[in-house]
C-alpha cells in the first residue's frame, strides 16, 4: 500500500459498540462512586486516522479481566494489512505534524494531560479491571505519572534549542532537530498507560506520528484513553493497532515505512525487533528489565527511627504492582551482622501486605495480569524451592472468594538463598523476593553485579560516602538511593548490559526521535582556490 | 553457533500437551525452533518461531531438541540454568511475545528441576521426540 493511499481509513464507523463491556460486580460498584465516566463497550477496533476502524479481515480476540479471570470485551486481531493503514494514516499526517510549531505541539499534549486528569479515576478504574493492579495504585501511581509526563514533554520541547557553531569567521554550523517521522511503539502491560505515555510523550512532542501497538494482555485502557483524547489529535498523529505479537507486532517492527522503533518486553523479542530493524536500518529503543538487587547496609539498624521504617518498606517494594515491575527489587542483600534482626521486622512487613479485591482502596496487591503469568510465577517459586530456597513467608497461591475465585492472585513471597539460584538470577515478575546476605561492602558489590542485567539497584545506608561509591560501582542505568520505585519525570531511566538501549522519562529522550540537521554555511564570497 | 555433542539429551523435554501443541503449530508453519527469553514481562518462557525468523548468534548454544525442534538459549544465560534441567510445557494464557502459539490463547511454559535429581518432574507424562 502507498503511503498516500486514500482509503483511509477504510471503514470509519461512528460506533465502536457491540454492546456493553462485560463488567464485574466489584468493577461495576466502583464506577458508580466515579462522577466522569463514558460509556465502555464490548468490542474495540483500531484507532487509525483519527477514526475507529474495523480491522480488516473482521476478526477479534477476547479480552479477559485477570481480577476475575473473565471475559470482558473483544479487541481488533489485527494483521499486516491493519497495520499498513495505520503507517498510511501516519505518513499522511507526519508532514504536517512536524512543522507543527513546538508551540502548538506542547499545547496538544498539555491539553492530554487535562483531559486525562479530568477522567482520571474512571481511567485508573479501567486499567486496574485490564491489568488487575490495586485501585490504589492506578489512582495514585500510574495516572498522575502519566499525566505529569505529558506535561513534562510538553515543557521539554518549548525548551529544546538547536545549536550553531562558529567555525571561523564566515562558517558557520548550525544544528536543528528534526523529527524522524512515522515511528512504532510496542508497549508492555504492567504499566499499559504509563508505559504507552513514556514512549508518546516524546515521540509526539518531537514531531513524530506514532503507530501503536498495546500489548495483548492488556489492550482496553489504552483504547479507553484514545476514546477520550480522539478531538485533541489531528488525525493520523496518533494509531493505535490492536492484535498478537507475530500477526501485528511484526509487520510494524519490519516495515520499512517507519523511521524507529521503541519496544519494552522481554529479550528475546528485542533481539528479533533489532533484527527486524536492521534491515531497515533504523534505530530501535529496548527496555528488557532486569534483576534488581536492593543492598541493605548494617547501619540502617543503628538507630530506632523513620529511616529504619523507610527501608523495611523498601524491602517490601518487591510487591509493588504484584512484582510486575521492571525493576522489581527482586533481590534483596542484607548484611549479615544485622540480617537476623532486619528479616524478622521485614517479614512482618511483608505479611501485613493486604490482598484482595483490586477495586478495594484498602487492598495493598491485587491479581497477576494473566493466567500464563500466574503459572511462571509459581514453576519459579517450584524451582527455588528444589534449588534448596527456604520459603521464609508466602510461596503459594491465593485463593479469594466470590467472583474473585478465579482470578490469578499469588501470596507475597520471601525465599532465603544464594545468588547463582535460578530465583536470584532470573526476573520472575510476580511478588517475589529472593533474599541473601553479605559480610563486606565489597561482597555486596560483586553479588549485585553478578547477573545478566543492570536496569535498577537500591541502596539503604546512613554512611553517604558509602552510597556515593555503591551508586557508582553498580552496573546499572538506575541506583535509588535510600528510596525505590519511584518514578518522575526528569530522572533517566534505562538499562545497561542486557536490559536495553536508551533512556526513557527524562528530555534525553527527544534525542532518540528526533534526526540532527546540520546546515554548513558559507558566508564568505571567494572561493577556495582548490580548482 | 556451536553444538554440544555432549550434553544430556534430556536436559530439556516436552509434556504430552505441549508435544501436540508443537506437532499443530508445525503443521501450520512447517519447521519450528525454541529460544529461551530472559528479562522481564513475559521473559524467562520459550519463545517459538519459525525456522530462519530468529537469527541465532554465536552467543546462543542449541541445548537439547523437543518434538523434533531444535531449542536454544543465550549460552551466559544457559550458564545460569546449566543446574536445572527442563520441561516445556502449555498453558492457557497469552504472552505479549513474537511467539507462535499466543494467537491460540495458550502459552509455552517452563517447568524445572534440579538437573541431578530424576524426580520431580513425571518424565512418564513427557511426549517422545520424533
Redesign the interface.
Known sequence: MSAKSSALPREKTSSIAAGPMNQSASFTAHLKSIQRTIPLHGRYENFIGGGWVAPVNGAY??NISPTTGQIICQIA?SQAEDVELAIDAAHAAADKWGRTSATDRARVLNRIADRMEEYLPFLAAVETYDNGKPIRETNLADMPLAVDHFRYFAGCIRAQEGSLGELDDDTVAYHFHEPLGVVGQII???FPILMAVWKLAPALAAGNCVVLKP???TPLCIMVLMELIQDLLPPGVLNVVNG????A??PLASSARIAKIAF?????????IM?YASQNIIPVTLE???KSPNIFLADVLREDDDFVDKALEGFAMFALNQGE??T?PSRALVQRSIYERFMEKAIKRVESIRQGDPFEMSTQIGAQA????F??VL??I??GK??GAKVLTGGSATKLAGELAGGYYIKPTVLEGHN?M?VF?????GPVVSVTSFDTPEQALEIANDT??G?GAGVWTRDLNLAYRFGRGIKAGRVWTNCYHAYPAHAAFGGYK??GIGRETHKMMLDHYQQTKNMLVSYSTKALGFF | MTKIASLNPARVTATVAAGALIRQLKKEHGQIMFHLSGGCCDGSAPMCFQVGEFKLGDIDEKVGEIVGCEFWMDREQLRRWAHTRWTVDVVPGRGASFSLEAPLNLRFLIRSSLRELTTGIDTAHEAPGE
Request: proline residues 2%; charged residues 35%.
Open positions: 480476540f477476547d486481531r508492555p502491560w504492567n500489548a495483548e494482555q498478537f505479537g507475530i500477526e507486532g511484526k519494552t518486553g522481554e529479550t528475546t523479542t528485542g533481539r528479533l533484527q528488557l528489565g532486569g515491575v521492571c522489581c494473566s493466567n500464563d503469568q503459572e511462571k514453576s519459579y517450584d524451582i528444589k534449588e547463582k535460578r538470577q532470573e526476573e520472575i515478575f545478566l542485567y536496569l542486557k536490559s
